[in-house]
C-alpha cells in the first residue's frame, strides 16, 4: 500500500482545510488508517484514526473537538477534516496505516506499517 497526502496550505486562524490521503493499493479490511503531525522540533503527535472496516473512529488530544476523520471506500481515501484551525496547528500532517490495528494501539507511530509523504499544513496568526 502506497499512500499520498495532499490538500495541506495556508490559512488563517479561524479556518478550515480537508486533507485526504489516497491508497494506491485496496487496503484491507483489518486495516486503521491513521493521521499524524510533526511540528519543528516536535515528536509525531497522533491527532486520529479510522477503521478501514466500519469506520469507527478514535481522536487523540490534538484531534478532539474540531477535528474530524472520515473515508470514502470507492475511492481509497480518507480525510482529515480541520476546522477552527490555530497557529499551534501548524505542521507536517501524515496519514498511515495499520495492517493489524490492535485496539488501544492506533496513537502508537510505530504501530503503523506504511506511511505518506506528509503534507504542510501552515495556520497564520
Known amino acids: 500500500v502506497q499512500l499520498q497526502a495532499s490538500g495541506g496550505g495556508l490559512v488563517q486562524t479561524g479556518g478550515s482545510l480537508r486533507l485526504s490521503c489516497v491508497a494506491s493499493g485496496r487496503p484491507f479490511s483489518s486495516y486503521v488508517m491513521g493521521w499524524f503531525r510533526q511540528a519543528p522540533g516536535k515528536e509525531r503527535e497522533f491527532i486520529g484514526a479510522?477503521?478501514?472496516?466500519?469506520?469507527?473512529?478514535v481522536y487523540g488530544d490534538s484531534g478532539q473537538g474540531r477535528f474530524v476523520i472520515s473515508k470514502d471506500n470507492a475511492k481509497n481515501t480518507v480525510y482529515l477534516q480541520m476546522n477552527s484551525l490555530k497557529p499551534e496547528d501548524t505542521a507536517v500532517y501524515y496519514c498511515?496505516?495499520?495492517?493489524?490495528?490492535?485496539?488501544?494501539?492506533?496513537?502508537?507511530?510505530?504501530?503503523?506499517?506504511?506511511w505518506g509523504q506528509g503534507t504542510q499544513v501552515t495556520v497564520s496568526s
Open positions: 498511515a496505516a495499520d495492517r493489524f490495528g490492535v485496539q488501544g494501539r492506533y496513537h502508537l507511530k510505530d504501530e503503523y506499517d506504511y
Open positions: 479510522i477503521r478501514w472496516s466500519g469506520g469507527s473512529t
